[in-house]
């Protein structure tokens, strides 16, 4: 077998392995997300994917400090629209293997510890946890 053969065969497995690795991939190197319910997000897709994270950290302190409520960045509709329901219909937390936070945060080896106090799921009215 030549050296050119040995390299891509090399590479092919590898690749493989790296996608195993990583679960469901979207074929262009980012994980596949789950759909999200409504048809578009609280700002633009590319928007989103960039600053989220200042976007809720902003949303946070108007809350926290200035008492603001029903922001356009809250932490529980980023959650009511990007939870799936399971096949039991129940919906499943967005922190699972897979689901829509989990994924992109896994693969980019991102922890984070918010939903330690806010729920996962989207708000059950029975229920009166903070969301
Ligand atoms: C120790 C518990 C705790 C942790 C951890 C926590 N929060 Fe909160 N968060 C709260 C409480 C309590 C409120 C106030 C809820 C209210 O009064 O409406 C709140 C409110 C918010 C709000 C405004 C309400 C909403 O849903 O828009 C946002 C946004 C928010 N938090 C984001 C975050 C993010 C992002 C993280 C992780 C980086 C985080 N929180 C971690 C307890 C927590
Ligand atoms: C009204 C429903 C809705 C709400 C609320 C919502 N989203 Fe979205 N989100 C969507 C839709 C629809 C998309 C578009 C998916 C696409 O472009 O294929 C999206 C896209 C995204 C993306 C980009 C995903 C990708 O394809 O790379 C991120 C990140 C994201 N949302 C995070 C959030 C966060 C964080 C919040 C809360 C601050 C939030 N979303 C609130 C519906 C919502
Ligand atoms: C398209 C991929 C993607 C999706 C989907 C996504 N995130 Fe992220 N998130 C990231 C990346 C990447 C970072 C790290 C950014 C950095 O370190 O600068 C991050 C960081 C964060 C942070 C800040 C962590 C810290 O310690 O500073 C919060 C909060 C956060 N994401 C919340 C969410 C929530 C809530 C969802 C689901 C509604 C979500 N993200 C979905 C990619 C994503």
């Given at each position: 077998m030549n050296r050119l053969r040995l390299a891509v065969i090399g590479f092919v497995v590898l690749a493989t392995a790296i996608l195993a690795g990583h679960g469901a991939m979207a074929g262009d190197g980012r994980p596949a997300l789950?759909?999200?319910k409504g048809s578009v997000c609280v700002e633009d897709t590319q928007v989103m994917r960039r600053n989220h994270?200042?976007?809720l950290k902003h949303q946070r302190?108007?809350?926290?400090r200035q008492g603001v409520r029903g922001g356009k960045h809250s932490l529980a509709e980023c959650v009511s629209c990007h939870a799936t329901d399971g096949a039991d219909g129940k919906p499943v937390p967005v922190t699972a293997e897979g689901q829509f936070c989990q994924s992109c945060h896994s693969f980019?080896?991102?922890s984070i510890d918010c939903f330690s106090c806010h729920a996962t799921v989207p708000a059950d009215p029975a229920r009166t946890a903070i969301r």
């Amino acid at each position: 077998m030549n050296r050119l053969r040995l390299a891509v065969i090399g590479f092919v497995v590898l690749a493989t392995a790296i996608l195993a690795g990583h679960g469901a991939m979207a074929g262009d190197g980012r994980p596949a997300l789950p759909q999200a319910k409504g048809s578009v997000c609280v700002e633009d897709t590319q928007v989103m994917r960039r600053n989220h994270m200042d976007l809720l950290k902003h949303q946070r302190n108007d809350t926290l400090r200035q008492g603001v409520r029903g922001g356009k960045h809250s932490l529980a509709e980023c959650v009511s629209c990007h939870a799936t329901d399971g096949a039991d219909g129940k919906p499943v937390p967005v922190t699972a293997e897979g689901q829509f936070c989990q994924s992109c945060h896994s693969f980019a080896a991102v922890s984070i510890d918010c939903f330690s106090c806010h729920a996962t799921v989207p708000a059950d009215p029975a229920r009166t946890a903070i969301r």
